[in-house]
Nanobody, 121 residues
Protein backbone atom coordinates (compact mmCIF):
# COMPACT_ATOMS: atom_id res chain seq x y z
CA UNK A 1 0.00 0.00 0.00
CA UNK A 2 1.38 3.37 -1.03
CA UNK A 3 1.58 5.77 1.89
CA UNK A 4 2.77 9.35 2.14
CA UNK A 5 3.00 10.85 5.61
CA UNK A 6 3.82 14.53 6.07
CA UNK A 7 5.16 16.10 9.24
CA UNK A 8 6.87 19.25 10.41
CA UNK A 9 4.13 21.83 10.06
CA UNK A 10 3.26 24.31 12.75
CA UNK A 11 2.96 27.94 13.72
CA UNK A 12 5.85 30.24 12.88
CA UNK A 13 6.40 33.99 12.82
CA UNK A 14 7.00 35.86 9.57
CA UNK A 15 10.63 35.49 8.59
CA UNK A 16 10.93 32.18 10.37
CA UNK A 17 11.67 28.73 9.03
CA UNK A 18 10.17 25.27 8.99
CA UNK A 19 11.23 21.99 7.45
CA UNK A 20 8.53 19.64 6.24
CA UNK A 21 9.13 15.94 5.79
CA UNK A 22 7.27 13.35 3.77
CA UNK A 23 8.00 9.74 4.63
CA UNK A 24 6.95 7.31 1.91
CA UNK A 25 6.36 3.58 1.75
CA UNK A 26 4.79 1.01 -0.54
CA UNK A 27 6.80 1.75 -3.69
CA UNK A 28 10.37 2.07 -4.88
CA UNK A 29 10.95 5.63 -3.80
CA UNK A 30 14.16 6.20 -5.75
CA UNK A 31 12.35 5.60 -9.06
CA UNK A 32 9.91 8.49 -8.69
CA UNK A 33 9.91 12.22 -8.70
CA UNK A 34 8.17 13.84 -5.74
CA UNK A 35 6.21 17.03 -5.28
CA UNK A 36 4.91 19.41 -2.64
CA UNK A 37 1.57 21.15 -3.12
CA UNK A 38 -0.23 23.57 -0.85
CA UNK A 39 -3.78 24.79 -0.47
CA UNK A 40 -4.89 27.87 1.41
CA UNK A 41 -8.53 28.38 2.47
CA UNK A 42 -10.65 29.44 -0.48
CA UNK A 43 -7.84 28.95 -2.97
CA UNK A 44 -6.93 26.26 -5.47
CA UNK A 45 -4.27 23.74 -4.65
CA UNK A 46 -0.98 24.80 -6.23
CA UNK A 47 2.28 23.07 -6.99
CA UNK A 48 5.00 24.50 -4.77
CA UNK A 49 8.04 22.42 -5.62
CA UNK A 50 9.09 19.28 -7.44
CA UNK A 51 12.16 17.10 -7.52
CA UNK A 52 13.11 14.34 -9.93
CA UNK A 53 14.02 10.81 -8.95
CA UNK A 54 17.74 11.56 -8.79
CA UNK A 55 17.42 14.75 -6.79
CA UNK A 56 19.48 16.64 -9.36
CA UNK A 57 16.60 18.59 -10.88
CA UNK A 58 14.13 20.76 -9.01
CA UNK A 59 11.44 23.29 -9.81
CA UNK A 60 9.53 25.88 -7.80
CA UNK A 61 6.59 28.18 -8.12
CA UNK A 62 7.86 31.73 -8.57
CA UNK A 63 6.51 32.93 -5.24
CA UNK A 64 8.83 30.63 -3.25
CA UNK A 65 11.99 30.73 -5.35
CA UNK A 66 14.99 31.63 -3.25
CA UNK A 67 13.13 30.85 -0.03
CA UNK A 68 12.12 27.19 -0.28
CA UNK A 69 14.31 24.19 -1.08
CA UNK A 70 13.06 20.73 -1.95
CA UNK A 71 15.39 17.82 -1.37
CA UNK A 72 15.29 14.07 -0.93
CA UNK A 73 17.15 11.32 0.83
CA UNK A 74 16.59 8.14 -1.14
CA UNK A 75 18.22 6.05 1.57
CA UNK A 76 15.58 7.26 4.02
CA UNK A 77 12.61 7.24 1.62
CA UNK A 78 11.94 10.84 2.55
CA UNK A 79 11.41 14.09 0.70
CA UNK A 80 11.83 17.45 2.44
CA UNK A 81 10.73 21.01 1.97
CA UNK A 82 12.92 23.55 3.73
CA UNK A 83 10.98 26.80 4.05
CA UNK A 84 12.86 29.96 4.98
CA UNK A 85 11.83 33.61 5.18
CA UNK A 86 8.23 32.56 5.61
CA UNK A 87 5.46 34.99 4.82
CA UNK A 88 1.82 35.07 5.93
CA UNK A 89 0.81 34.20 2.38
CA UNK A 90 2.64 30.88 2.78
CA UNK A 91 -0.05 29.81 5.24
CA UNK A 92 -1.68 26.67 3.86
CA UNK A 93 -2.00 22.95 4.22
CA UNK A 94 1.01 21.38 2.55
CA UNK A 95 0.67 18.04 0.79
CA UNK A 96 3.16 15.51 -0.47
CA UNK A 97 2.29 14.08 -3.89
CA UNK A 98 3.48 11.37 -6.26
CA UNK A 99 2.17 9.97 -9.54
CA UNK A 100 2.94 6.98 -11.72
CA UNK A 101 1.92 3.43 -12.56
CA UNK A 102 3.59 1.78 -9.57
CA UNK A 103 3.85 -1.51 -11.42
CA UNK A 104 0.24 -1.52 -12.64
CA UNK A 105 -1.33 -0.75 -16.03
CA UNK A 106 -3.11 2.33 -14.68
CA UNK A 107 -1.90 5.81 -13.86
CA UNK A 108 -2.27 6.56 -10.18
CA UNK A 109 -1.89 9.58 -7.97
CA UNK A 110 -1.26 9.58 -4.25
CA UNK A 111 -1.53 12.36 -1.70
CA UNK A 112 -0.40 12.60 1.86
CA UNK A 113 -2.81 13.67 4.57
CA UNK A 114 -1.40 17.19 4.69
CA UNK A 115 0.34 19.24 7.35
CA UNK A 116 -0.74 22.72 8.40
CA UNK A 117 1.69 25.62 8.11
CA UNK A 118 0.60 28.88 9.71
CA UNK A 119 2.72 32.01 9.39
CA UNK A 120 1.52 34.72 11.74
CA UNK A 121 2.81 37.24 14.22
Amino acid sequence: QVQLVESGGGLVQPGGSLRLSCAVSGFTFRWYGMNWYRQAPGKERELVAGIDSTGRNTNYVDSVKGRFTISRDNAKNTVYLQMNSLKPEDTAVYYCYVQGTFGSSEWRTYWGQGTQVTVSS
